[in-house]
């Protein structure tokens, strides 16, 4: 009785046909506004727009927009490290795990390959004179003593970098570096880990704007004042960005609640069908806690993939901030083919001691180059990537939910604010128009 005589009420209204349509609209508006967000977080990779020097507003160069992860990729995979992947394990474990012995053999063999080239390559550009002039005689006896003692050299170099590996590599600033490098890399990183969280963000936002827009045609009815079109929207778009960022992370910790099934879901149509009444539990967590055996696989994939890869610590190892350690214990181990009586004493009579010296340099930067080559090698990495890919998965599955939401947290954490504000002032120019597009022209 009371539904009919409101149901009479709404129909006699002056603006009934322009009441109905609140729902669809603010439902297809916040559908669209939650996308464009959406977008906005991880879109466009790079500053499109007007660069303006000391622009105050939102960290931005000038007036345009670069998406908030890529924009932030060092700071927030600098968050991810710190509250995750440290949480994983060390570096000198991850190192250990890849069997270094194996790559010390892969080395040795790629790199003997081209030993003698690489000895013409070092002696040509530091005494190219002399060493067109040296008899084959002399060459071939340092040939065959770099060959020999390479081995031996190769395994103990590789083994000593294993055992320091954690005072030649700061890992946070390895993985930072490679995102901010490639910022790509972040953005593809937490669309694999968050795709389904994302698309839910995406695909609810129209439910909860439908439900918005039924209590906001029942707002009109009671105050029909057609400011309240474009003011509610704008509550409803900051109210749908918060529900739907928030229902992906929260409840933290499962809750359960008990409850008598009387339906239970089937593959096909009717997609429901009764079941003998009993007692049931629903879980409440956020949706993306709940994914956590499923997400522990694609992000353990990422990580030994793209950043906690044998190339990329070789790299940090010979080129980033501690290099000058990492040069000074390889010295240690390749001037013993120097130090041998067979080269020691060719090289010393044919160079003189001031350039014999000098090459030791020399032979540092060739060699740290020579041994990067094998260290790029797709193949190597891709089987390192699977000694440890195991120990990841495996460490991402034990975290607990609270460690484990930040995988995915901090990009939306970082700037939430801003997807909120850009949620209600896309509501109230949306209202806005819905009110000059449809109430306007009925009354």
């Given at each position: 009785?009371?539904?009919?005589?409101?149901?009479?009420?709404?129909?006699?209204?002056?603006?009934?046909?322009?009441?109905?349509?609140?729902?669809?609209?603010?439902?297809?508006?916040?559908?669209?506004?939650?996308?464009?967000?959406?977008?906005?977080?991880?879109?466009?990779i790079k500053f499109r727009g007007i660069r303006i020097p000391n622009f105050p507003f939102f960290g931005l160069p000038g007036i345009g927009w670069q998406g908030i992860v890529p924009r932030k990729a060092g700071k927030i995979s600098g968050v991810i490290v710190d509250?995750?992947?440290?949480?994983?394990?060390?570096?000198?474990?991850?190192?250990?795990?890849m069997e270094p012995e194996q790559m010390a053999v892969?080395?040795?063999?790629?790199?003997?390959?081209?030993?003698e080239a690489l000895i013409d390559e070092i002696m040509l550009e530091h005494s190219p004179a002399l060493w067109g002039n040296l008899p084959y005689a002399l060459k071939r006896r340092i040939y065959v003593q770099a060959h020999k003692e390479l081995p031996e050299i190769m395994q103990s170099l590789v083994t000593d970098l294993t055992y320091h590996v954690e005072d030649l590599v700061d890992m946070r600033q390895m993985i930072?570096?490679?995102?901010?490098?490639?910022?790509?890399?972040?953005?593809?990183?937490f669309l694999k880990v968050g795709q389904k969280e994302i698309d839910f963000i995406w695909h609810i936002s129209a439910l909860i704007g439908l439900i918005f827009g039924v209590i906001q045609m029942f707002i009109f009815l009671v105050v029909?004042?057609?400011?309240?079109?474009?003011?509610?929207?704008?509550?409803w778009g900051f109210l749908t960005n918060w529900i739907a960022i928030w229902m992906v992370f929260n409840p933290v910790e499962p809750r359960f609640i008990s409850y008598i099934k009387v339906f239970e879901r089937t593959s096909g149509f009717p997609f429901i069908k009764p079941c003998l009444p009993h007692i049931a539990q629903?879980?409440?967590?956020g949706g993306f806690m709940k994914r956590q055996e499923e997400v522990s696989e694609v992000f353990a994939e990422i990580v030994v993939n793209d950043l906690v890869t044998l190339e990329n610590i070789m790299n940090e190892m010979m080129y980033g901030a501690r290099a000058a350690q990492t040069r000074e214990l390889m010295k240690s181990h390749l001037y013993q083919i120097l130090e041998s009586p067979v080269v020691s004493t060719t090289l010393r009579v044919s160079l003189g001691r001031r350039d014999y010296g000098q090459l030791k340099n020399t032979i540092i930067d060739k060699s740290i180059t020579a041994t990067m080559v094998p260290l790029r090698d797709p193949e190597l990495n891709e089987s390192r990537a699977s000694k440890i890919f195991g120990l990841f998965r495996d460490r991402i599955r034990e975290l607990s939910p609270r460690e484990f939401q930040n995988l995915?947290?901090?990009?939306?954490?970082?700037d939430e604010t801003t997807l909120i504000i850009l949620?209600?002032?896309?509501?109230f120019l949306a209202g806005w128009l819905h009110l000059v597009l449809v109430f306007f022209p009925s009354m």
């Open positions: 009785m009371v539904a009919t005589s409101l149901w009479q009420t709404i129909v006699q209204h002056p603006q009934f046909f322009a009441m109905l349509t609140i729902p669809p609209v603010t439902a297809f508006v916040t559908w669209v506004h939650v996308w464009m967000a959406l977008k906005m977080l991880f879109y466009p509250q995750t992947l440290s949480k994983l394990g060390s570096l000198d474990e991850f190192f250990r795990a892969f080395i040795t063999d790629t790199v003997d390959k081209h030993l930072v570096n490679k995102m901010e490098s490639d910022r790509r890399l972040m953005v593809n990183m029909p004042q057609h400011w309240t079109v474009p003011f509610f929207a704008a509550i629903l879980r409440l967590q995915l947290r901090p990009a939306f954490q970082e949620g209600g002032l896309t509501g």
